[in-house]
């Protein structure tokens, strides 16, 4: 995807939301807090404990399961400190960079629009600035971020679904404009 702006309807838009890295650390049901916040001490930002919370700025931690997490845009040091404080834990890290695709909807009927196609709740109270949630749009699996500070949503999905889910977005904006 281009990084131009994809107008879907009046104050509606699709933009690329590109990362560095993305990829999945898995801990093993031997991971407990202190060896939580180690990791997280490596890598310089506190890993979200209650479920689907999203944390940071340019190094975006989303808890995505029990001691599972999606990290976006480490930088290779912050990657290569996870690397060691992961050493002698069962642990896994699976880079994700080629195979994610980032989208940020944006305007006023944003939240309709992923409703549209998507069982969540996108309200703010039930998906707050600060928190993340995996669900399906049109049968395909994204991973949805709502940032504080920032309007709209960002969307992550599959590479070989991107064109795909973008159809699905152009055609759910036209119900709604």
Known sequence: MTEAAILLAPG??????PHTAFGVLRLGRDADPTAIAAIGRALQIDLPEAPNRSVGDR??????????WTLIDASPAELAALESACVGRLSHYADLTDARVGLRIVG????????????LDLSEAAL??????????ADVPILIDRREGEGGFRLYVDVSLAAHLIAWLRAA?????
Do not use: D, K, M, Y
């Open 59 to 68: 190094l975006r931690a989303l808890w995505t399961g029990p001691l599972e």
């Open 173 to 177: 904006a036209e119900g709604l404009a």
């Open 128 to 137: 707050a600035p600060g928190r993340c949630a995996q669900s399906l749009f």
């Open 12 to 17: 509606l838009e699709v933009l690329a939301a």
């Open 108 to 119: 006023a009927n944003a939240a309709a629009l992923i409703a549209s196609e998507c069982p």
